[in-house]
């Protein structure tokens, strides 16, 4: 069993940056790759990043390629991701996610199904 919660999310005018954090506790995070998800507002849940257990390999969804970027420490059991030159569009609750998945390749975690542990979600804003 794994818990996962997000922090970092808050309100920011378009242009800005957020740093969205999620602690692991119960097993350590090296075990999993980790991913990054958010839901806005009427809209299905939409893959952002995903990070391999190592920290050697990443991949992102289109929407955020460029500006956003996932990285991890496993020693402080911890996922982060940086978020530059934010959107209104990025505006959406967000949240970290575990895989306990086989290594694949990164588009092979851009769906939700292959995630086994979830937090809550942080909200973030982006206003115009």
């Known amino acids: 069993q794994v818990l996962l919660v997000e922090s970092g999310g808050g309100l920011v005018q378009a242009g800005g940056s957020l740093r969205l954090s999620c602690a692991a506790s119960g097993r350590t995070v090296s075990r999993y790759a980790m991913g990054w998800f958010r839901r806005a507002p009427g809209k299905e849940r939409e893959f952002v990043a995903v990070?391999?257990?190592?920290?050697?390999?990443?991949h992102y969804g289109d929407s955020v390629k460029g500006r956003f970027t996932i990285s991890r420490d496993n020693a402080e059991n911890t996922v982060y991701l940086q978020m530059n030159s934010l959107k209104p569009e990025d505006t959406a609750v967000y949240y970290c996610?575990?895989?306990?998945?086989?290594?694949?390749?990164?588009?092979?975690?851009?769906?939700?199904?292959?995630?086994?542990?979830w937090g809550q979600g942080t909200q973030v804003t982006a206003s115009s």
């Open positions: 990070i391999s257990r190592s920290g050697s390999n990443t």
């Open positions: 996610a575990a895989s306990h998945q086989p290594q694949r390749p990164g588009a092979y975690y851009s769906t939700e199904g292959r995630y086994d542990y």
